[in-house]
């Protein structure tokens, strides 16, 4: 990887990640500092996102009619291959931009799909978005572990927190150390230090399965415990996008929120539509 210089707040944004679950948080959770303002750390989001030391879910907050749009307004209505919500979002923003809100289209989830329809077909584009939750990528994992390396004048500052949080990182990532992953009741429980193959994995899958009797519907957190580290989130996340590919394994949503934590259904897979995959079934 070449070498790339970061600003000290941008340093700090990445910090900040490691100290959350799987590197991972939602924006306001990321802010470099109690003072950094949100038009700031978003500045500081986007650039990250450029360099892909980081990735993003974003929620589009407005939307805008382009030239198709306005062409498909003015044809005869019984002549166009449009729904009555499709044409209702396109006119809500002919005049100007506008938010998904105002269109006045119901239930939000119908909206939303409706309107990415939309996009992908080129009648209306996305004007502004705004950060939902955030986490550093393989690449920034990388870069942090072997390419970051501090340049110029004048002292950093970092908090002893985040110099904690990134001397944890650093040690997480040795070939030979041993993780441990806490539980509830104060014992410990060595984690795994060599990354597993997708046919470990599945077999670990079966094990957990079988460990804790969900009965071929294991929540997937319980995965992340066992696995991250040694793989980060996007490791694990790809690995069963292909066991699920090569019909292995197939994941479900989530439909009984309240069973669980904030954390562990923030561990589910998000979705571009509907609940994050959240079980794991052997097929």
């Not at 079988?210 to 991250?228: A, D, I, M």
Request: hydrophobic share 35%; with cysteine; charged share 30%.
């Amino acid at each position: 990887m070449e070498a790339i210089e970061l600003e000290v707040s941008q340093l700090k944004f990445l910090l900040k990640l490691l100290s959350k679950p799987d590197y991972r948080a939602l924006i306001t959770e990321a802010k470099p500092n109690s003072k950094t303002s949100a038009g700031e750390r978003d500045r500081i989001c986007r650039e990250l996102c450029d360099r892909n030391l980081i990735d993003s879910n974003q929620e589009i907050t407005k939307i805008q009619i382009t030239d198709a749009g306005k062409e498909l307004l003015n044809q005869d209505q019984a002549e166009v291959p449009m729904s009555t919500k499709e044409r209702k979002i396109i006119k809500a923003c002919e005049t100007e931009p506008t938010t998904p809100a105002k269109t006045n289209v119901k239930p939000a989830k119908t909206r939303k799909e409706i309107m990415e329809g939309l996009i992908e077909r080129g009648y209306i584009t996305v004007a502004e978005t705004k950060f939902k939750d955030v986490w550093i990528t393989e690449t920034g994992i990388e870069y942090l572990l072997n390419n970051y390396k501090p340049v110029g004048r004048g002292n950093i500052n970092l908090s002893k927190t985040m110099l904690a949080d990134y001397i944890d990182f650093l040690r997480k990532q040795l070939p030979n150390s041993t993780s441990t992953i806490s539980e509830s009741d104060g014992n410990s429980t060595a984690a795994l230090v060599n990354p597993p193959n997708h046919e470990e994995i599945l077999q670990i899958i079966k094990n957990l399965d079988q460990e804790l009797g969900t009965e071929n519907y294991l929540p997937l957190f319980h995965l992340r415990q066992k696995l991250q580290p040694p793989l980060s989130r996007e490791q694990l996340d790809k690995a069963l996008y292909s066991l699920q590919a090569e019909d292995k394994i197939d994941m479900s949503a989530l439909q009984e929120a309240n069973m669980y934590t904030e954390e562990q259904i923030e561990a589910g897979i998000p979705q571009n539509t509907g609940a994050r995959l959240f079980f794991i079934m052997v097929q």
